[in-house]
């Protein structure tokens, strides 16, 4: 089945370091890739996405690249501020057939704490 | 526009007890679909609603229903309350059963005791 795995947590930095947070996948299939954000007693909110191989999605200073080859959407940002602390979330949306009906799904890392200093 | 909505916010119930969790999408999207975020994971896919229709289920027992309403809007009902079922309940909205992008609302935080 498909399945993301995030690099554990939690990640702490200083104000202006550059991130990375690791994400790899497996699917069967092209799915399309996502980050989501959490921030503290709020639901989840869509970072950037790509839909395709090669893809770079982007988005308030965040990038990642789809990268087939290595099955992997590593997040990074090059400066981080104090506001950027929050729980990222790696995910895949697969389309399934089910019944003779077809449905879009989301499948999700278990998150990476972020959490960073001034 | 508007969001994603859900309501209640919070709620307590003991176990044994039903619940009911709503969710409103935002216009226009035809689709909603909810998750379950135990504290410390990532969201687990319940189920999804597309034309007031059960089209994708997860690995959730028969306790976890749901309907959709011809506003698009839906309802998530769990019965026989477990202490396992204490969650964060998110519901997502996208335009279309099979469109990749979900927005999703705040969630239900609900407590089981």
């Known amino acids: 089945g498909n399945s993301v795995t995030q690099m554990e947590g939690p990640v702490t930095l200083s104000e202006e370091a550059f991130l990375t947070i690791n994400c790899t996948y497996t699917?069967?299939?092209?799915?399309?890739l996502f980050w989501y954000v959490q921030y503290p007693g709020e639901g989840l909110q869509l970072l950037l996405k790509?839909?395709?191989?090669?893809d770079k999605g982007s988005n308030k200073g965040f990038e990642a690249t789809y990268r087939k080859e290595t099955t992997s959407f590593h997040l990074e940002k090059g400066s981080v501020q104090v506001s950027d602390s929050a729980v990222y979330f790696c995910?895949?949306?697969?389309?399934?057939?089910?019944?003779?009906?077809?449905?879009?799904?989301?499948?999700f890392g278990q998150g990476t704490i972020l959490t960073v200093h001034p | 526009d508007a969001g994603v909505t859900q309501s209640p916010t919070h709620l307590i119930k003991t176990r044994g007890q039903h619940v009911t969790l709503r969710c409103s999408p935002i216009s226009g999207h035809k689709s909603v679909s909810w998750y379950q975020q135990v504290l410390g994971q990532g969201p687990q896919f319940i189920f999804q609603?597309?034309?007031?229709?059960?089209?994708g289920r997860g690995n959730f027992p028969d306790r976890f229903s749901a309907r959709q309403f011809p506003n698009y809007s839906s309802e998530l009902n769990v019965n026989a309350l477990l202490l396992g079922d204490s969650a964060l309940y998110l519901c997502a909205s996208s335009l279309s059963r099979v469109v990749d992008e979900q927005y999703f609302g705040p969630g239900t935080r609900l407590t089981v005791t």
């Open positions: 699917a069967t299939g092209y799915p399309s």
């Open positions: 995910a895949l949306s697969a389309i399934f057939n089910a019944g003779g009906t077809s449905y879009g799904k989301l499948t």
């Open positions: 609603y597309y034309e007031k229709e059960e089209r």
């Open positions: 790509a839909t395709k191989a090669d």
